[in-house]
């Protein structure tokens, strides 16, 4: 039963196991997760290794399914098979590695390999490749082969073929984690104008708390559950927390978070370097 709410994702007491060697042995990854995401939205998903993170993005995209309670993608339910193709139309994927979802040998060839597959014919499809490598800023390497490409090139074409099925969501899954800092910033600058300019909603789920900075809001998971949800600031103001949680603050925030337990004037909540600056 499709939900009744406008939230592009909402997750109603969700729980995955994964198997393991052993017979009637579980990894429990998710604990009863209730969560809605609401179109438009920039969110940062944050947690180390083994929190849940990259379980939760599966999810969202259907690559798995639930062991327990619902996932629902613009309203429609990831359990049922007739949905799966509306899901992953509306809700794309990007993956750490770019080299994993490059399968042509050509960049515009790679990028309408999707809506190829959805049946876009031309010359829709001419347009959706065109728009597509244009919004990424890569249509001067239409006709290069990927593969000769640098980190954040390659990681914007995997981006394009996203963008030509024109989703309203799309799920990036540690994006970053294989780039160098101009990749990295690359692929920043991009995911954030497709959530200012052309209102997708984002889920970056990201090590690195420069790019979670630049969202509206944070998630931190942590042994399968949401640890904290809430803006940039109101999440790494606490440092302790993150802390315990085995997960850093922008040095930024740090700074400031020490200054004030020493007795200094400034705010806890202290994002960039220029804030710190002006309270001191």
């Not at 929190?51 to 939760?56: A, F, Q, V």
């Amino acid at each position: 039963m499709p939900i009744t709410s406008k939230n592009i994702i909402e997750m109603v007491n969700v729980s995955y196991r994964y198997p393991t060697d052993e017979e009637d042995e579980q990894v429990i990854a998710l604990k009863d997760i209730c969560l809605t995401i609401a179109p438009g939205e920039y969110v940062a998903v944050l947690g180390h290794n083994g929190s849940g993170k990259s379980t939760l993005a599966k999810l969202l995209n259907a690559l798995i399914l639930p062991s327990e309670g619902k996932v629902f993608v613009n309203g429609l339910d990831t359990s049922i098979e007739k949905n799966l193709w509306e899901i992953r139309k509306s809700c794309g994927m990007v993956f750490q590695n770019p080299d994993n979802q490059l399968v042509a040998t050509i960049v515009e060839e790679d990028v309408a390999f999707g809506p190829e597959n959805l049946g876009v014919p031309m010359p829709e499809l001419r347009r959706r490749v065109d728009e597509a490598l244009r919004i990424v800023e890569m249509e001067e390497y239409k006709r290069h082969s990927p593969h000769l490409l640098s980190g954040g090139q390659k990681q914007r074409v995997t981006i394009a073929g996203i963008l030509a099925m024109q989703p309203s969501c799309i799920v990036l899954d540690e994006p970053t984690a294989m780039l160098d800092p101009k990749g990295r910033e690359e692929i920043l600058r991009t995911i954030k104008r497709l959530n200012t300019e052309d209102g997708i909603t984002i889920i970056n789920i990201t090590h690195y708390m420069e790019e979670a900075v630049e969202a509206d809001r944070v998630i931190v998971m942590d042994d399968g559950v949401i640890a904290l949800d809430g803006s940039p600031r109101q999440v790494f103001s606490q440092v302790g927390a993150m802390k315990e949680f085995g997960l850093d603050v922008p040095q930024v925030t740090e700074l400031a978070y020490l200054l004030h337990q020493s007795g200094f004037c400034v705010p806890k909540d202290v994002l960039r370097v220029e804030e710190l600056v002006n309270s001191l």
